[in-house]
C-alpha cells in the first residue's frame, strides 16, 4: 500500500525521532523564524507593500515567542554542566576552568532571560526587566569569552599533538587525519564565539558596532547544524545590514528622538476677524486679509491662548517686552516639553547630551531662551550651545545642518556627538502688531493669517558609542545622507521678519510662491548630484515622500508643479499645515514627527510608503534648505522593541558529540532576533532594523 510506503518509511521515523527532542522543535522553529526573517527583508529589499511582509513578520515574532517560553528553565542543565565540569578532575585544568565559566556564564543568561519572560508575555510588567537584559548580556559575555579561552588552548594543543606525530606510519597518517578534523571543528567554534561575542559587547556599549559598514558579526548555531546535512552554498544569502563606506549611509548621521509640542489652544479663521472688527476700522485692506484669512485653508492655528488673552486685548499692540515676557512664560515650555519627547525616545539622559542648536525668530534676548531649556533638562554646564537667529521658516533644516557639521567634526575627532536640535516660535502674540500695520499702511499682510505657535526638537547622533550610556546607541528615525543650501539672489526684500517696538512685523511679497517654485528643481538636481547613487527606484521627484514646510496653500501647490508631485507626496506637510498652521522654524520637525504615522503611511501615493523622504524649507534671504532622509520603517509609531536574545543550547541538547574537554562544545550560541512587544507597525521593519533587534533591543531570542 502506498499509504504504508509513506507512513512506515525511514525518514518519518528519523522525522519523529528528530521532533520528539526539545532541540529538535527549536532547531524547526529557528529555521523557519529565520527565513522568515530574510523573505521579509528581502520583500522590503524589492519594495513590496507591506501587507506582503506582515504575514512573514507575524512568523517571525510568534515563532521567537514560542522558542522563547520552549527554554525557559533550561538554565538548571547548565548549572548542571558547570557543576559536571568541575568534577572533572582528569581535565586539563585550562579547559576545565573554562568550560565551568562558560556554563556558569550561559546558566546565568538564562536565569535572567527566565526572569524577563512574564513580561515579554505581557502578562506582568516589571521596571526591572531592562536591568535582567543587561545582567544577561553580562553573563553571556562572560560564558562567550570563556569558549573563546577554551577553543584558542584547543588549537594550542591540537598543534602539539600535530607536531608529535609520525605520518609515516598508519596510526599516524589516522591521527592526523583526526586532527585536520578537530581543527576544523574547534576553528568554526571559535570564528562562532568571536562574531558571536560582538552581540552582547555591542548591547553593553562596551564597543560600538552601530553606524559601521558591515555584515552580520554573528554566525548562526542553525547555520552550524545545517552545514552537517546540506553544503554551504545550499544556505540563504545573509542580508547586509548596513550599508558600505562609497554607499549611502556613509556620514553615520541619523535622527534617533524626535518630538514636537503645540499650545493648548487653537485659533479658527473667526478669532482674528474677532480682535480685527473689536479695535480696527472697517477699511478696504482689513477687508481683502480678512478675506483671506477664511481661505487659507488653514482650519486651527496653534496657539498659546485665545482671542481673549488679556496680551492682545489692550487698547494698544503689546510691546516687545511684553511679547518677550509670554515668549518665556508660555514659549519655552514648548521647547521643554518637545525636548524632553526627544530625549526620550533617544533613550539619552541629559548627561550624554553633547551640544545644543536651537533656532528662533520671534525673540532675541541675551542669554537666548536655549539657555534656559538646557538649564531646565538638566544639560551639563559643559554642554555646547548655538543659537541661530534670522533664519526664519528655514530655521529648522538650518539648525539640522549645523548639528550635522558638528557631528561630522566631533566624529573626525573619534568622540561621540549626542545634538539636541530645538525649534521654538511663538507668532500669534504679534497679532495686534500686524493689525497695527495692516491698518496704517493699508497694506495686504497675509502673516497675520498663517502663523502659529510650536515647538519642536530633534536628537541627531554620530553613531559613535557613548560608553557611559548603557542602553548603547538607538535605532536611527531617519538617516541624514546629504544637504544642500543656495540663495535665491536679491530676493532680500520679499521674505524677512523685521523688527519694530511692537514685535516683528512679516514681510511677505506676492513673488515668493514663483520664487520658490523655480528655486525647487535646480536645488533638488544638486543635492541629488552630492549624494552617493540611490537605488533605481529612487531618481525623480515623484519617488520620494517630501516632508515640506507648509509656509502656505500657494507654496504646497506651487513644489506640486514644480516637480511633478502630488498632494499625497505631501501628506504630512498638508495635515500640518491644516491642523496647526505654519509655526515657522518648528514645522519642518513637526512634519517629520507626523510623516512616521500609522495614519499618515495610510495616504501615501499608490499605498507605498517611501523609503527616502526630502525635507524642505524656505527662509528670509530668500534661502532654501533641502536634505535627504533615509526612513528607518521600524521606528512608526514609536514602536519599541525590546527582549533578549537566543539562549545557547545545553549538553542535553547538543548534536555533535563531546569535546576534548568533555563538554559539548557544538552548543547553539545566543542568536539576534528583536521581538516587538507593539506590533502596530511590524510588517514595515527596514533592513536595518536587522542589526537594531540584534544590537540595541536585546531578546533572548
Known sequence: MVA?????????????????????????????????????????????????????????????????????????????????????????????????????GYAGYLTFDLATLLDTLGVRKSPATKRFQREAFRFWAMGLACSVVAQTYTLYRLRQREARVDRKEGEGVVESKRIVLERAASRLQLTSDLCDLAVPLSALNWISTYGAPQRPLHVSATTNWLTTTRPSSALPPRPAIMAAPAELGE???????????????????????????????????????????????????????????????????????????????????????????????????????????????????????DHFVAKALGLGPGVEKVLLHGCGCSGGLAALRTAANLCLGHAMRGKPARILVVALEVSTSMVRSELDSINATQETRIGVALFSDCGSAVVLSNGIADHSNSTGIPPPIYELLGWEHRVIPDTEEDLGFDVDPIGWKVV??????????????????????????????????????????????????????????????????????????????????????????????????????????????????????????????????????????????????????????????????????????????????????????????????
Open 4 to 104: 504504508d510506503a509513506v507512513v512506515y518509511h525511514p525518514a518519518v521515523s528519523h522525522y519523529l525521532k528528530f521532533v520528539a527532542t526539545t532541540v529538535g522543535r527549536d532547531k524547526l522553529l529557528r529555521t523557519i523564524q529565520y527565513f522568515a526573517r530574510f523573505y521579509a527583508w528581502y520583500l522590503l529589499r524589492t519594495n513590496r507593500p507591506a501587507a506582503a511582509v506582515q504575514p512573514w513578520e507575524a512568523v517571525k515574532k510568534q515563532f521567537g515567542l514560542v522558542r522563547k517560553v520552549l527554554r525557559a528553565g533550561k538554565n538548571v542543565e547548565h548549572f548542571k554542566a558547570a557543576a559536571v565540569a568541575a568534577d572533572a578532575r582528569n581535565m586539563d585544568p585550562v579547559l576545565r576552568y573554562a568550560a565551568v565559566g562558560r556554563q556558569l
Open 251 to 369: 556620514l553615520g548621521l541619523s535622527i534617533v528622538g524626535l518630538g514636537s509640542e503645540y499650545p493648548p489652544y487653537s485659533l479658527k479663521p473667526d478669532a482674528l476677524e474677532t480682535l480685527a472688527r473689536k479695535y480696527y476700522p472697517e477699511s478696504p485692506a482689513m477687508q481683502k486679509v480678512l478675506a483671506i484669512n477664511r481661505y487659507t485653508g488653514i482650519d486651527y492655528r496653534s496657539s498659546i491662548g485665545t482671542a481673549d488673552h488679556p496680551l492682545v486685548n489692550q487698547d494698544h499692540a503689546p510691546s516687545i517686552t511684553e511679547l518677550h515676557k509670554i515668549f518665556m512664560s508660555d514659549g519655552v515650555p514648548l521647547a521643554i516639553g518637545a525636548a524632553r519627547k526627544a530625549l526620550a525616545e533617544a533613550r539619552i539622559e541629559p548627561a550624554q547630551v553633547t551640544h545644543v542648536v536651537s533656532t528662533t525668530c520671534t525673540n532675541s534676548a541675551n542669554p537666548g531662551y
Open 508 to 701: 511677505l511679497s506676492p513673488r515668493v510662491p514663483k520664487l520658490t517654485q523655480a528655486v525647487l528643481a535646480p536645488t533638488y538636481a544638486a543635492m541629488m548630484n552630492s549624494l552617493p547613487p540611490l537605488p533605481k527606484a529612487y531618481q525623480i521627484p515623484a519617488d520620494f515622500d517630501w516632508a515640506m514646510h507648509p509656509g502656505g496653500a500657494t507654496i504646497l501647490t506651487g513644489a506640486e508643479k514644480a516637480m511633478n508631485i502630488s498632494p499625497e507626496h505631501m501628506r504630512a506637510s498638508y495635515d500640518t499645515y491644516i491642523r496647526h498652521g505654519n509655526s515657522s522654524s518648528a514645522t519642518i520637525f513637526s512634519v517629520l514627527d507626523r510623516l512616521r504615522s500609522k495614519e499618515m503611511d495610510e495616504l501615501a501615493p499608490g499605498g507605498r510608503v517611501r523609503d527616502f523622504v526630502i525635507g524642505c524649507a524656505f527662509g528670509p534671504g530668500i534661502t532654501v534648505e533641502m536634505c535627504m532622509l533615509k526612513r528607518n520603517m521600524a521606528t512608526g509609531d514609536s514602536i519599541i522593541l525590546s527582549g533578549l536574545q537566543t539562549p545557547p543550547e545545553t549538553e542535553s541538547e547538543a548534536g555533535s558529540g563531546p569535546s576534548e574537554d568533555g563538554i559539548d562544545e557544538d552548543e547553539d550560541e545566543p542568536r539576534p532576533h528583536g521581538q516587538g512587544q507593539d506590533g502596530t507597525n511590524a510588517a514595515r521593519t527596514a533592513e536595518d532594523a536587522f542589526i537594531n533587534e540584534a544590537m540595541e533591543h536585546v531578546e533572548l531570542d
